[in-house]
């Protein structure tokens, strides 16, 4: 069973950057496509960012293209989530997902049902 464990998580005024980890130890983590989704209280989760497998292709919600960046380091097992510029309707609990069978290509990869794991959440506000 994988297990994926996301930090970086808090509070930050809007405008201001925080950076999310979600770490899988102990697996080959370079078969994963790997992504992030967020969900705001009383909403449904959403799609934030993919990246494939390799790191060549990432893709973003239309929400945080420009201000977010995903990024994956496969020797330390580890997908990265820089965001910057943050605003006050970012604030959600941010998950991260792995899909063993997932494709982050054209609108693939983006819906939840195709990541098979899935982080406990790391809460990120944003106050104004």
């Known amino acids: 069973q994988l297990q994926l464990v996301e930090s970086g998580g808090g509070l930050v005024q809007a405008g201001g950057p925080l950076r999310l980890s979600c770490a899988a130890p102990g697996c080959t983590f370079s078969v994963f496509a790997m992504a992030w989704f967020r969900q705001a209280p009383g909403k449904e989760r959403e799609f934030v960012a993919a990246?494939?497998?390799?790191?060549?292709?990432?893709y973003y919600a239309d929400s945080v293209s420009g201000r977010f960046t995903i990024s994956r380091d496969n020797a330390k097992n580890t997908v990265y989530l820089p965001m910057y510029s943050l605003k006050p309707e970012d604030t959600a609990v941010y998950y991260c997902?792995?899909?063993?069978?997932?494709?982050?290509?054209?609108?693939?990869?983006?819906?939840?049902?195709?990541?098979?794991?899935w982080g406990q959440g790391t809460q990120v506000t944003v106050s104004s």
């Open positions: 997902a792995a899909g063993i069978t997932a494709v982050v290509a054209g609108k693939a990869g983006r819906n939840a049902y195709e990541y098979d794991y």
């Open positions: 990246i494939s497998r390799s790191g060549g292709s990432t």
